[in-house]
Structures are given as C-alpha cells and as structure tokens.
C-alpha cells in the first residue's frame, strides 16, 4: 500500500542510522491524547495484530487527503507542520494492506476529543439524550461502538458532515526498506 508520512527530518536520520523508527510516547506533546492513543492501538491490535515488543503507539502516514490518494501538496504541508523554519521530509513509503489500518482523519479528532460521532443532526441530538440517560459502563461501551466508525473511509458529505476525504494511516513501524522516494521541505515562517 501506498502511503507518504511527513516527519522531522530528525526522524529521517534516525530511519538511516538504526534501519526503523517506531513512536516515542515520550515525545508525544500531550499525554492528554495517550487515553485515544491508547484505544487505537487496540484497535489497531484486533486488526492487524499486536506490536512489536517494546511499541505502544502507531506511526502516521496519509493515505488520502481531500478525496485523492496521491503525495501530499508540499506547499500546505510547509505551513502546518511543526516550528517555523524546520526542515521535514516527506517519504513515500510501501506497507504491506494486511500492516495498516486506515481511519477517517476528522472522525479521528471525535476520539480524540472524546465525543460521538455522528452522521446529521438529528443522529447527534437524538445520541447525545440516549446516552446521557446509560450508566458510565453503558457510555464507554456505547463510545467504543460509536468510535469504530473512523474505520469506515468510503467518502460521504452531506450539509452535517464529511468522511473519507482525509485518510490516515496507521502502522507499528517504519523499515528503512518500506521508503520508496522523499522529498525535504522547510516550513513556512510565521511573524508574530
């Protein structure tokens, strides 16, 4: 599977120094997201399988973005990536399918920002007084149901929502030998 991950160039070197590079939760800029993090990985685990020893969380790749599966336009890129000024690069790289998981990239921030996922208004009215009225068990048995929605990536827009325009990757590592082409780039400065 064609995939492309933008990373710090740092992680770049680390890929030709040490061969792979797995996700350090420790550089992660908000362990508030390790409680989502966490639930993807077990998603991720009930797909494809568990981690190699020693990971906890995925790499991120893009495997669609606004409806097209093709490399990531560098000039948007260089403007929401990392500090102003820093170099990244983006990699195309290969996974084998059976190695990812593909989720809906907005759907993702429901998770992330732990609430429901829903598909018009009257669903997210009609699910927020059902689940207010279920126990705390009940709601993290419900959330969980309601969160697996992000898997579905086929596109769907109506004037409520939009899903499958903006597909992400997730995998457990990323192999010096997986790097198909890469292609450097500096963000943007930004004045103050």
Not at 95 to 109: A, G, Q, T
Not at 131 to 152: C, G, H, P
Request: with cysteine.
């Amino acid at each position: 599977m064609r995939l492309w991950t933008i990373q710090p160039v740092g992680i770049w070197n680390l890929i030709q120094k040490e061969g792979v590079y797995r996700c350090d939760p420790d550089k992660n800029p908000d362990p508030f997201f390790f409680r989502a993090y966490d639930w993807l990985a077990g998603k991720m685990e009930e797909r494809i399988g568990p981690p190699p020893e020693g990971i906890r969380f995925p790499v991120w790749a893009w495997y669609r973005q606004n409806g097209k599966h093709r490399k990531p336009d560098l000039r948007s890129e260089r403007w929401c990536c990392g500090n102003s000024g820093g170099v990244y690069v983006c990699m195309e790289i290969s996974i084998p399918p059976e190695k990812v998981v593909l989720s809906d990239f907005d759907e993702w921030h429901c998770v992330l920002n732990d609430c429901l996922i829903s598909d018009t208004e009257e669903e997210d009215a009609a699910q927020d007084q059902f689940f207010t009225a279920l126990s705390v068990s009940e709601q993290i048995a419900y959330k969980d149901r309601n969160w697996e929605r992000i898997f579905n990536v086929r596109t769907f827009k109506n004037n409520w929502t939009s899903h499958g325009y903006w597909v992400q990757a997730t995998f457990w590592e990323l192999r010096k030998e997986d790097v198909r082409k890469i292609r450097f780039f500096t963000t943007a400065k930004r004045s103050l």
